[in-house]
């Protein structure tokens, strides 16, 4: 996740918590609903302010303590209840239904991998795909509005120019990305090292997938805990 008209989406041209039964709370179902969707050269969508602006001060307010980059599954964190409400929506039918319908594809049977980032390190934002075990990738923004011109993400024509981009999305808080995963669904962004906050989900494509993907996560997390020297973002 936008205040300001400094918020904008750049399109161009050719280009362990229980499962809510109900609709989301805190995100915005209907401002996914009404995003222009993309199909070249992959299928993606982006949503602007899907976060009300209270909502967003008190996520930010109970998001994880997280001092170094890299992603972290949720059972490696501690967070408040205002993060844990957002949470309970991101794994809300509902909005399964409703990322999936924009990106044509079935997510109400997938499994869903929920992880978070606090921090991004200068290595960060390379452009690359991403893993095959994955079906869809969102990322929801919670930053402030944001000014730099690293960390913004693009979504590119291919693997080689951060320029040739048909997409760029600030990550402004409530800020919300999506995009079928292809073998093409190249992305990346300019460096940026400090604070970059967001909840990326993921469907996969099966049980075997969310336990290996997830296996990763946690490895990578107490590792980050057990040599704090080697990641301090730099």
């Not at 059972?75 to 924009?102: C, M, N, T």
Request: charged fraction near 25%; include cysteine.
């Amino acid at each position: 996740m936008e205040p300001g008209p400094s918020v904008v989406l750049h399109e161009r041209d050719n280009q362990n918590l229980r499962q809510p039964l109900g609709k989301p709370v805190m995100i915005d179902i209907a401002a996914i609903d009404k995003a222009s969707v993309s199909v070249e050269p992959f299928r993606f969508f982006a949503a602007l302010h899907v976060i009300s602006s209270n909502d967003l001060a008190a996520i930010r307010g109970d998001f994880p303590a997280i001092d170094k980059p890299g992603v972290y599954p949720l059972e490696a964190l501690s967070y408040g209840p205002a993060f844990a409400r957002l949470i309970e929506d991101i794994r809300s039918p509902a909005l399964a239904i409703a990322v999936g319908k924009k990106l044509g594809v079935d997510l109400s049977e997938l499994p869903l991998m929920i992880t978070v980032r606090g921090q991004a390190q200068a290595k960060d934002g390379r452009i690359h795909t991403d893993t095959k075990d994955k079906v869809a990738t969102c990322l929801l923004y919670l930053n402030e509005t944001w000014e730099s011109g690293g960390g913004r993400l693009r979504l590119l024509r291919g693997p080689h120019d951060l320029e040739d981009y048909v997409a760029e999305i600030p990550p402004n808080g409530g800020s919300f990305a999506a995009f079928k995963v292809t073998s093409n669904s190249w992305h990346g962004h300019h460096p940026y090292v400090g604070q970059r906050r967001y909840v990326m989900f993921n469907w996969v494509k099966n049980d075997s997938a969310l336990t290996r993907q997830l296996g990763r996560h946690k490895l990578s997390a107490k590792i980050k805990a057990l040599l704090p020297f080697f990641y301090r973002g730099t």
